[in-house]
């Protein structure tokens, strides 16, 4: 890890007052040591662990990643009933889902636009909107 990189690492977390375990950094240089954004799902972050000298399990990913989403740090992104994926990037947007190859990627906002919703049921309130497009090569 790079001193850059586990700087950025370490702030990510602190950010929303996790407790920077080797663990937890191992995972966050993975999702944001580098600035960028990322959508990964469990499995795909599991893989990317070989690249680290810290030993994660798949257990640990899924947890870590549960605890990054309710912290605020990621969203879970639920492609259909089978998979998620975890975006680092938390404003609302839509994504693009690419079938052939089963990627997520960020769609653009700007051009996104509803119309309108229908009316949330009585004593309930629309907590958020998201828009997944579903695409195929032809």
């Excluded at 920077?20 to 972050?45: F, I, K, M, Y």
């Excluded at 975006?87 to 051009?111: C, G, I, N, S, V």
């Amino acid at each position: 890890m790079t001193t850059e990189t586990m700087k950025r690492s370490t702030e990510w977390l602190a950010g929303a007052g996790l407790r920077p375990t080797r663990q937890r950094l191992a995972l966050a240089e993975l999702l944001v040591g580098d600035g960028q954004n990322r959508h990964v799902t469990a499995e795909s972050l599991h893989a990317a662990t070989d690249t680290c000298k810290e030993t994660v399990s798949l257990a640990t990913v899924y947890n870590t990643l549960r605890a990054f989403c309710d912290a605020g740090l990621i969203r879970e992104v639920m492609v259909d009933g089978t998979k998620s994926y975890f975006d680092t990037r938390t404003d609302d947007h839509p994504h693009f889902f690419w079938e052939d190859d089963r990627q997520l990627t960020d769609a653009p906002k700007e051009e996104l636009k509803i119309a309108g919703l229908p009316d949330a049921p009585e004593g309930t309130e629309i907590a958020k909107v998201d828009v997944v497009i579903r695409l195929r090569k032809t």
